[in-house]
T-cell receptor, first 113, second 113 residues
Framework: AQKVTQAQTEISVVEKEDVTLDCVYE???????LFWYKQPPSGELVFLIR??????QNEISGRYSWNFQKSTSSFNFTITASQVVDSAVYFC??????????FGAGTTVTVRA | NAGVTQTPKFQVLKTGQSMTLQCAQD?????MSWYRQDPGMGLRLIHY???????DQGEVPNGYNVSRSTTEDFPLRLLSAAPSQTSVYFC????????????FGEGSWLTVV
């Protein structure tokens, strides 16, 4: 199986601090897709972003930003000026053309007021 | 705006019992899949379907059965429940185009005692 590794199991920050979540993936495919999902305490999975392997542009959406580096097989996620509502488990995932996702183990982010 | 609907949300089973987790989507998505989420392991693919009448195994298919008689529905059957099947189950769907966003249901919490 082509693994997705999220090395950080848990991260705890104080509100307004920035937090970066690491994601490293393995792939043998030329074309693949990378995802980030948020799982708040209520349990549902919330889609955050999809990135195609042929598009290495970084992306910013409000307080969220993503850094895709193909050379190091990494797709890191940064939350700027964190808020308590950002407390959740965040999953990185990789998919190929057959739509089967491989997930990392998740990083639990706790933002303290 | 139902999206992906899973039932039941919570279920307790005795070892050896059988049950069906229901999944329905109203977005006319061709692809549907089932994942299970276990602590420290992220989500793992159980079974998936690329269209009505077509199913295939994922990473952890043993003990589960699926069928896809309609585009909308993709039930997951536990044939003889075991404590190792205690988990959170997520159904997902997506369009048949490369790299489309995969939408998840709200999850079904299953405990086998």
């Amino acid at each position: 199986a082509q693994k997705v590794t999220q090395a950080q199991t848990e991260i705890s920050v104080v509100e307004k601090e920035d937090v970066t979540l690491d994601c490293v993936y393995e792939t043998r495919d030329t074309t693949y897709y990378l995802f980030w999902y948020k799982q708040p305490p209520s349990g549902e999975l919330v889609f955050l972003i999809r990135r195609n392997s042929f598009d290495e542009q970084n992306e910013i959406s409000g307080r969220y930003s993503w850094n895709f580096q193909k050379s190091t097989s990494s797709f890191n996620f940064t939350i700027t000026a964190s808020q308590v509502v950002d407390s959740a488990v965040y999953f990185c995932a990789r998919g190929s053309n057959d739509y089967k996702l491989s997930f990392g183990a998740g990083t639990t982010v706790t933002v303290r007021a | 705006n139902a999206g992906v609907t899973q039932t039941p949300k919570f279920q307790v089973l005795k070892t050896g019992q059988s049950m069906t987790l229901q999944c329905a989507q109203d977005m006319n998505h061709e692809y549907m899949s089932w994942y299970r989420q276990d602590p420290g392991m992220g989500l793992r693919l159980i079974h998936y379907s690329v269209g009505a009448g077509i199913t295939d195994q994922g990473e952890v298919p043993n003990g589960y059965n699926v069928s896809r008689s309609t585009t909308e529905d993709f039930p997951l059957r536990l044939l003889s429940a075991a404590p190792s099947q205690t988990s959170v189950y997520f159904c997902a769907s997506s369009r048949q185009s490369s790299g489309n966003t995969i939408y998840f249901g709200e999850g079904s919490w299953l405990t086998v005692v």
